[in-house]
């Protein structure tokens, strides 16, 4: 499994959220793939920025959600 950085995610998910390119198009243009792609945009139009933080927990992809003081962050 390859491991993308969070820049690189954003600015996949920014560039397709342009709505120029196509999510083939984008993909090919940041060298990645189409499921994961498709699968950070989904999780950004729901949870916006950290919707595309993700944590592997014993092999289960799950989205990170943040509430209340930044500073006091908690997983639900």
Do not use: C
């Amino acid at each position: 499994m390859t491991k993308y950085s969070l820049e690189l995610k954003l600015k996949a998910v920014l560039v397709y959220l342009e709505g120029m390119d196509s999510f083939r198009t984008v993909a090919n243009q940041f060298n990645i793939s189409l499921t994961p792609l498709k699968q950070w945009v989904a999780h950004y139009k729901e949870y916006g920025i950290d919707g595309v933080l993700l944590i592997i927990n014993q092999g289960y992809w799950g989205v990170v959600i943040f509430r209340g003081d930044p500073r006091r962050r908690s997983f639900l």
